[in-house]
């Protein structure tokens, strides 16, 4: 079948007429426009979703005003997220009213937060989709063409989707996101994504090798293995009865070669191991880069957010990073304004982000969002005006952290993977070095330098967020 269906999409390539599966025939020609929310997670599901519908014929199109498909990969993370995408629905209304065939789907974690419900609220959306039932679009198309609206919100103890090969969007053909884990276990009280995907699984480690080999082969230089929680991947292997763990498939994934850059995304304090930090340490091509949400420097919030670390632990766990590897970058996640957070506790993550010495931060206000365990049990009772001014403060702490490491890298030598002509000047590259700061530099006027090369620079000065350097020999 997978056969037939390869030919099918490379015989649409060459514009032949198509003969194969005759199931597939009302697809061919019809094609699907997909836009995605969120975290990496979703942008990954889209790139396995495009090729579940390329594989039943489906074409791919960038312009949603050709598309007969319309589909939004959604976030249900903070309200926020929820309403862009509302706002996003009421464009393709207009689009419907020129085009009255296509159909609208609602994919991933607000499809399975609202369920049906959504189908009410939107009176656009043809089609409800889970994050574990992407396998099922084929079917549901079908169904929606035939006016009847189509969910399927079953979430899936196993899936993984690890036997599909995910097609490429919007890639620059260096780096690719590769899905290593599905779902969470750890119930953050703050957080709805336990409930929008599900229990945690991990995928098999040789489909990841095989995906991560296949990707260098086509030229690809750096894969970040994605996961809500990576460190707590493991897997069984049903012949050998033998466990992987994140730390040996990291080795396996770093050994497919020296040139292939290795990132991963999230980890979770509790869960990082001295054995991930030594396989780090030992493969010069694993990174300096940790994401290591704190989401708090307060232990009384902590133990609020079920967190289950204190803040003396996870700047114990920060030192133990530093001690392992020095040059070792880190990024962290906070939130402003959780449940009965008061000044003091404010000051406290403060605190930890001056000691931690974040490179970067991702930064919110509380949200609160239904059905979460602090939806349940605790009252919103920080006011909007004291979580915004928490955030500004945050923030601004943040952009002088940045500032301060920034400043540290100017003089340093490192090594560059090109991703691209930047955005100011087709003189210049653009590429990030393994603690993930992005660098740019005017090409070499005798050299031929090429997307996915390593290049050796120099930084001579700085922005807010990039690096201004030069080649050196
Ligand atoms: N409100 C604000 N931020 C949240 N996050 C998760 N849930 C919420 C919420 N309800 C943040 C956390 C998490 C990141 C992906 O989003 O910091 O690490
Ligand atoms: Fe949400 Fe916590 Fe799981 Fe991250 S670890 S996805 S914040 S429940």
Redesign the pocket.
């Known amino acids: 079948m997978l056969e037939i269906v390869k030919k099918t999409i490379d015989e649409k390539r060459q514009g032949e007429a198509f003969s194969g599966d005759p199931s597939m025939e009302q697809t061919i020609g019809k094609k699907f426009f997909i836009e995605s929310y969120g975290?990496s997670m979703n942008f990954s599901d889209s790139e396995i979703i495009a090729s579940i519908l390329q594989a039943e014929g489906f074409g791919s199109t960038k312009n949603e005003e050709e598309a007969d498909l319309i589909f939004l990969n959604t976030c249900s993370?903070?309200e926020k997220a929820e309403l862009t995408v509302r706002k996003r629905l009421t464009e393709f209304r207009k689009l419907k009213k020129v085009r009255p065939t296509m159909l609208v789907g609602m994919l991933g974690c607000m499809a399975e937060r609202l369920k049906s419900k959504l189908l009410e609220e939107e009176k656009l959306v043809d089609m409800v989709v889970g994050p574990d039932a992407y396998r099922s679009l084929p079917a549901l198309i079908q169904e929606a063409e035939t006016g009847t609206k189509a969910v399927n919100v079953l979430l899936s103890r196993e899936e993984t989707y690890a036997d599909i090969s995910p097609v490429r969007l919007n890639s620059n053909g260096v780096s690719a996101f590769v899905s290593i884990m599905r779902g969470c276990n750890n119930m953050?009280t703050?957080?709805?994504?336990p409930f929008t995907r599900g229990r945690e699984r991990s995928r098999d480690d040789v489909t990841i090798v095989q995906e991560c080999q296949d990707l260098f082969d086509q030229g690809y230089r750096e894969v970040t293995l994605l996961g809500q929680n990576v460190d707590s991947y493991y897997w069984v292997d049903p012949q050998t009865n033998h466990p992987i763990d994140f730390a040996m498939l990291l080795e396996k994934v770093a050994k497919i070669s020296p040139l292939l850059r290795v990132r991963f995304s999230?980890s979770h304090p509790k869960d990082i191991t001295d054995k991930v930090l030594f396989t780090m340490r030992d493969h010069s091509n694993i990174c300096r880069y940790i994401h290591l949400?704190v989401?708090s420097g307060s232990t009384r919030l902590l133990q609020l957010m079920n967190r289950t670390y204190t803040r003396e632990w996870y700047l114990a766990k920060i030192r133990r990073i530093k001690e392992i590897m020095p040059d070792c970058a880190i990024s962290s996640?906070?939130?402003a304004g959780?449940c009965t957070e008061e000044e003091s506790d404010h000051l406290d993550t403060i605190d930890v982000m001056k000691q931690s010495a974040y490179e970067y931060s991702?930064m919110?206000?509380?949200?609160?969002?239904p059905g979460?365990l602090?939806a349940k049990r605790y009252t919103d009772d920080v006011d909007m005006e004291t979580k915004k001014r928490r955030l500004s403060e945050i923030v601004s702490i943040q952009n002088s952290l940045s500032f301060e490491s920034n400043r540290r890298d100017v003089g340093k030598i490192f090594e560059v993977l090109i991703e691209g002509e930047s955005k100011r000047s087709d003189k210049q590259w653009m590429g990030r070095n393994s603690q993930y700061k992005v660098m740019v530099f005017e090409k070499a006027e005798n050299q031929t330098h090429q997307k996915g090369d390593y290049v050796m620079v120099k930084v001579d000065d700085f922005t807010q967020a990039t690096l201004l350097c030069t080649i050196v020999n």
């Open positions: 975290c993370i903070r953050c703050f957080c709805v994504v999230t949400p989401q996640d906070i939130i959780f991702y919110f206000v509380y949200s609160e969002r979460t602090a």
